[in-house]
Structures are given as structure tokens and as C-alpha cells.
């Protein structure tokens, strides 16, 4: 399993940005898709984002869309969360997580981060 590690996350007011990275451990982190997972207190964890391993295809949930933007870096063997126009809704803990394939579903993704805590005030 590839090791993953987030930061970035933070206190923001509603209205401002942030920008999650996520590091791999793992040379074969260009082999791999991507994703953002969020989690807020007493929730379940939800889908907000996926890239393919090459960068170039993206999906989002239809809550960040238009707000968060992902990208990668495979020669920084990283992933970053673009979080632009946050609203309190969005606070939660943000985790990262490796797959083989992009997917909605937090079942295909074997790696996960330890998670980094968004908090917006509105």
C-alpha cells in the first residue's frame, strides 16, 4: 500500500480558500488514480473528488463543483485540493485515498491519508 500523508487544511472564513496536498510515499503513484474523501462529525464519508493517474480526466461531487479544483503533480508524486469559495458545510476532515481507477466509491481506493481538518466559519 502506498503511504499518503495531507496537509493544508486549517480554519478559513466562509467566502476564502484553501489548498490541500496530499504526498505519496510510493514510486508507482503515477500509476495511480486519486481521490478526496470528506468526513464531517456524526457523517458518513463522502466522495468530493477523483483524477485519473495521468491527470486527465477529473470528476467532482456536484457540492464542490465549480468551487474545488484537483490536480496532480507526478514528478512531486503529489495531489492537491484547490478549495476556492468555501461555505461552513464544507468543514470536515478531508482525507486523500490511492485507487486503481478513479471512482465515486470509497470502497476502491486501498491507500488513505491520515486526514487534515477544514473548518470554515461562517
Known amino acids: 500500500q502506498v503511504q499518503l500523508v495531507e496537509s493544508g487544511g486549517g480554519l478559513v472564513q466562509a467566502g476564502g480558500s484553501l489548498r490541500l496536498s496530499c504526498a505519496a510515499s510510493?514510486?508507482?503513484?503515477?500509476?495511480?488514480?486519486m481521490g478526496w474523501f470528506r468526513q464531517a462529525p456524526g457523517k458518513g464519508r463522502d466522495f468530493v473528488t477523483t483524477?485519473?493517474?495521468?491527470?486527465?480526466?477529473?470528476d467532482y461531487a456536484h457540492s464542490v463543483k465549480g468551487r474545488f479544483t484537483i490536480s496532480r503533480d507526478n514528478a512531486k508524486n503529489t495531489v492537491y485540493l484547490q478549495m476556492n469559495s468555501l461555505k461552513a458545510e464544507d468543514t470536515a476532515v478531508h482525507y486523500c485515498?490511492?485507487?486503481?481507477?478513479?471512482?465515486?466509491?470509497?470502497?476502491?481506493?486501498?491507500?488513505w491519508g491520515q486526514g487534515t481538518q477544514v473548518t470554515v466559519s461562517s
Open positions: 483524477i485519473s493517474a495521468s491527470g486527465g480526466s477529473t
Open positions: 485515498a490511492a485507487a486503481r481507477h478513479p471512482s465515486y466509491y470509497h470502497g476502491d481506493y486501498s491507500s
Open positions: 510510493e514510486r508507482t503513484f503515477s500509476s495511480l488514480a
